[in-house]
Nanobody, 122 residues
Framework: VQLQASGGGSVQAGGSLTLSCEVP???????TGWFRQAPGKEREGISC????????YYADSVKGRFTISRDNAKNTVYLQMKSLKPEDTAVYYC?????????????????WGQGTLVTVSS
C-alpha cells in the first residue's frame, strides 16, 4: 500500500505551492502526515491531519505559513505552502498512521509515498 505525493516544483522565495497526497481508500480511516527531508538532514514531520480533519498539527518551522487539509471524497490530503523560504527546500513525503499526534514521529508512520521535490531559490 503506497501513498502518492505530487505537486512539487521550483519557486522563488516568497512564492507558494500546494502539494497533494493521494491516499489509498484502504487507508481512509488513517491520519496523514507530511514530512520533509533536506539534503544532509534527517526526515522531519511538519504537519499531520486526522482522518476526520478534526485534529491538525504543525511544526514550529512551518506554522502560520503551511496549511494542511483533506478532501475525503477524493481521498486526497493537501499541503498548501505560502511564503516559502530557501530552507523549505527538501523532498516532501506524505505518510499514513492511525493517529495524528503533535510529535509526528517518522518511525510511527506505517505507509509512505515516494516523495516530491520542492526547491525554493533566493
Amino acid at each position: 500500500v503506497q501513498l502518492q505525493a505530487s505537486g512539487g516544483g521550483s519557486v522563488q522565495a516568497g512564492g507558494s505551492l500546494t502539494l497533494s497526497c493521494e491516499v489509498p481508500q484502504s487507508l481512509d480511516y488513517y491520519a496523514t502526515g507530511w514530512f520533509r527531508q533536506a539534503p544532509g538532514k534527517e526526515r522531519e514531520g511538519i504537519s499531520c491531519i486526522s482522518s476526520s480533519a478534526g485534529m491538525r498539527y504543525y511544526a514550529d518551522s512551518v506554522k502560520g505559513r503551511f496549511t494542511i487539509s483533506r478532501d475525503n471524497a477524493k481521498n486526497t490530503v493537501y499541503l498548501q505552502m505560502k511564503s516559502l523560504k530557501p530552507e523549505d527546500t527538501a523532498v516532501y513525503y506524505c505518510a499514513a498512521d492511525l493517529f495524528c499526534a503533535a510529535r509526528m514521529a517518522v518511525d510511527e508512520y506505517e505507509y509512505w509515498g515516494q516523495g516530491t521535490l520542492v526547491t525554493v531559490s533566493s
